[in-house]
C-alpha cells in the first residue's frame, strides 16, 4: 500500500479506466488484510476489479479514483442498497482513501462527485455501511452531512470478532 503521504499536488476526481487497477488494488487490499473496516476477509484481484468496472459501467453507476499529484490514491463507487424496484432510488456507497491521502480533500471531492451523479440518475437516498470500529469512517460521514439510522449489533465477523455495522443515511 502506499502510505506516502499524498502530498503536493492537483485534486482531480475522474472515472476510473481499466488502467487504475493496478493502483486501486493495494489500496483496497491493505485496508481488506490489515482493517476491520470491511469486514470481507478476500482479497480483490485484477481480474475481479476489472469485472467490477466493466458491471458498473454497463448499470451506469459511477467507479470514480481520486488522483493528487498525478497519483491514484483513492475511490468511490455506489450500487443497489437492496434489490428490487421499490429500492431504485437507494444507493450504498463505497468510499476507500489511501492513508496519505486523507485530510487532503479526496474523500470530500469523491463523495460530493458522487452525489452528483447520484442527483442526476434520479437517486434519492445514499447510504453509508461503516464499520462500528472504523471512528474516522463515522466522523467524516457525519461531517458530511450523513445521519446515523442504525447500528446492528454483530452483523459480521472477521479475525474471530462479531462487529457491528452503523448504517448512516443522506438525502440527495
Not at 117 to 136: K, P, V, Y
Request: aromatic residues 8%.
Amino acid at each position: 500500500m502506499n502510505d506516502q503521504p499524498a502530498g503536493p499536488g492537483p485534486l482531480r476526481i475522474r472515472a476510473a479506466a481499466p488502467d487504475d487497477i493496478a493502483a486501486i488494488l493495494p489500496i483496497w487490499n491493505a485496508i481488506i488484510r490489515d482493517t476491520l473496516i470491511i469486514f470481507s476477509p478476500e482479497e480483490r484481484t485484477a481480474q475481479g476489479v476489472a469485472q467490477l468496472l466493466a458491471a458498473k459501467a454497463a448499470a451506469g453507476e459511477p467507479f470514480l479514483v481520486a488522483e493528487i499529484g498525478g497519483r491514484v490514491q483513492g475511490f468511490a463507487t455506489y450500487g443497489p442498497f437492496r434489490g428490487g424496484a421499490g429500492y431504485v432510488h437507494t444507493m450504498e456507497h463505497t468510499i476507500i482513501l489511501a492513508p496519505g491521502a486523507r485530510g487532503h480533500g479526496a474523500g470530500r471531492a469523491l463523495i460530493a462527485a458522487l452525489e452528483d451523479h447520484g442527483r442526476a440518475a434520479g437517486i434519492h437516498s445514499l447510504f453509508a455501511g461503516i464499520s462500528a470500529t472504523n471512528a474516522e469512517g463515522i466522523a467524516f460521514h457525519a461531517a458530511i452531512g450523513f445521519a446515523e439510522v442504525a447500528r446492528l449489533p454483530q452483523v459480521g465477523r472477521k479475525w474471530g470478532q462479531w462487529l457491528d455495522l452503523v448504517l448512516m443515511q443522506k438525502f440527495l
